[in-house]
């Protein structure tokens, strides 16, 4: 009997410390207090519906969790992303300036922890911190299984119809067909049929539809013969007038009904929502190769910590948690045309038919498609640039 008591007694301990672990574990770092106040910087690209609102969520917490703790937040906009990479790439160069937390593309945060500019993110959310967090973003937020960035919100590339303008069938049966019926609404109207805003993100996709990768190498240099065949595609349809270069936001040209349809950001739509009738299109079956399989490719926007203070780093964890808590990334999430990292989201919660047909497409997608989220890759994203203002050189010479 006293071994028996003397076993329960072992277990119970061990219970007990297990607990205590775990409770600890848990609450690291939010019940630690900061020796004094402090302020934290963030950067972002204010360019879109989704961080157009960051700045009346800082002012909420300045105001309360975070005067309570001693810590305040201070925002710096860019217009847009590229002018915010630019302003990181040159702080990583002159090796001083970063921002206690850059809001970016998670390629951009795989740039800076290559750059050893980063704290320790893995340290300060391991598995529990992230547990209400997709799988999905947490892979794509991390590099060598460390996490190097909070995940909060992914878009996608969704293809819009004008049916005002266009009243041929839809959906197209292939990205070829697409390009077909491109040409001839040309020789029929002397109007460009489509555009898209972003050459490497399509690339990407119409190769993962092959089972093939993109390597973001220049269509002149590319020995990837699938490559050579997209490319050859988008030239000879841009040849003959049916797909045309957009030199700004092709939601825009959409909206102002100079192109009757166009491959865009989930999120571009949403930013360009006051500006389009919901009732005049239609969100279209995203073009897949012909000899592709349907893919739905997301990418990941997260909140990367920089290496500073014990106070600051700590700071900066104390707010993204409250940040990127379930019901903080819901709200915050909720009609800006992304999908949030721990949220839910309610299409119905915007009262938008706009907002809601676009979420009803991308849930169609996502739920008939192979689903792949980019991961965080240094290289792609320096090189992806490259690959943006090649193609758009060769396209604007099509013209």
Request: charged share 20%.
């Amino acid at each position: 009997m006293k071994r028996r008591k003397n076993k329960l007694f072992i277990i119970l301990a061990l219970l007990l410390a297990a607990g205590a672990a775990i409770y600890i574990y848990l609450t690291r770092p939010t019940d630690i207090q900061l020796e004094n106040d402090v302020q934290i910087s963030i950067w972002y690209a204010d360019d879109d519906v989704l961080w157009s609102r960051l700045d009346g969520y800082v002012e909420e917490y300045n105001s309360t969790e975070g005067a309570q703790r001693g810590i305040s937040v201070a925002l710096r906009a860019f217009g847009n992303s590229e002018a915010l990479e630019e302003a990181i790439s040159e702080a990583v160069d002159t090796g001083g300036g970063l921002p206690n937390i850059a809001v970016c593309d998670v390629n951009i945060a795989a740039t800076l922890y290559e750059a050893q500019t980063l704290a320790d993110v893995d340290g300060y959310f391991g598995a529990l911190e992230t547990a209400n967090f997709g799988s999905d973003f947490i892979a794509a937020s991390s590099v060598d299984g460390r996490l190097i960035a909070v995940p909060v919100a992914a878009d996608t590339d969704v293809f819009m119809i004008n049916t005002q303008m266009y009243s041929g069938d839809i959906p197209f049966e292939s990205f070829e067909q697409l390009c077909e019926a491109a040409k001839q609404y040309y020789a029929e109207t002397g109007t460009s049929f489509f555009t898209m805003s972003d050459y490497s993100e399509f690339f990407l996709t119409a190769m993962l539809q092959l089972g093939d990768e993109f390597d973001a190498e220049s269509p002149h240099d590319t020995s990837n013969e699938n490559c050579k065949y997209i490319y050859n595609l988008l030239a000879e349809t841009a040849y003959d007038r049916g797909f045309t270069t957009a030199q700004e936001n092709p939601v825009a040209i959409f909206a102002r009904g100079e192109i009757p349809a166009a491959i865009a950001s989930s999120a571009d739509v949403m930013a360009w929502a006051d500006e389009l009738d919901a009732d005049s299109m239609v969100f279209a079956e995203y073009p897949c190769m012909e000899d592709g399989r349907k893919s739905y490719a997301q990418r990941v926007t997260g909140l990367t910590i920089s290496a500073a203070s014990t106070d600051e780093e700590y700071a900066s964890v104390l707010f993204i948690k409250w940040f990127t808590s379930v019901e903080n990334n819901s709200d915050f999430v909720s009609g800006s045309g992304y999908l949030p990292a721990s949220g839910v989201l309610d299409a119905q919660a915007q009262g938008s038919r706009l907002y809601e047909k676009l979420t009803a497409a991308m849930a169609e997608a996502k739920s008939s498609a192979r689903i792949w989220t980019r991961p965080a890759d240094a290289e792609y994203a320096e090189k992806s640039r490259v690959f943006d203002g090649v193609l758009q050189s060769v396209m604007d010479s099509l013209k």
